[in-house]
């Protein structure tokens, strides 16, 4: 199973970009796929994370800013960031809880990261 996640990069505060992460793979099913992010210094955290039906949650930081959605039958999650911010610059990990082909338990898989900076 291997993540690849998309879509990093330079943006003057105020803008906005779109994360993606596809999961491929020999996969069976996905349950919770999150976006994590870690800062030059910092700890990773978890800045949203979505069910596989669809409940959503986020830091308080980034509520009503960000939105995390997932396409279950590409097995893609999306990030959408509004109104970024300089303390948005972080590398963005995606995540995803995966039960592979022929598997019962689900095992967390990482994307390699993708770097977002913003400028003010």
């Known amino acids: 199973v291997q993540l690849q996640a998309s879509g990093g990069g330079l943006v003057q505060a105020g803008g906005s970009l779109r994360l993606s992460c596809v999961a491929s793979g020999s996969i069976f099913s996905i349950n919770n796929m999150g976006w994590y992010r870690q800062a030059s210094g910092k700890q990773r955290e978890l800045v949203a994370a979505v069910t596989s039906g669809g409940s959503t949650n986020y830091i308080d930081s980034v509520k009503g800013r960000f939105a995390i959605s997932r396409d279950n039958a590409k097995n893609t999650v999306y990030l959408q960031m509004n109104s970024l911010k300089p303390e948005d610059t972080a590398v963005y990990y995606c995540?995803?809880?995966?039960?592979?082909?022929?598997?019962?338990?689900?095992?967390?898989?990482w994307g390699q990261g993708t770097l977002v900076t913003v400028s003010s």
């Open positions: 995540n995803a809880a995966v039960v592979r082909s022929g598997g019962f338990r689900a095992y967390d898989y």
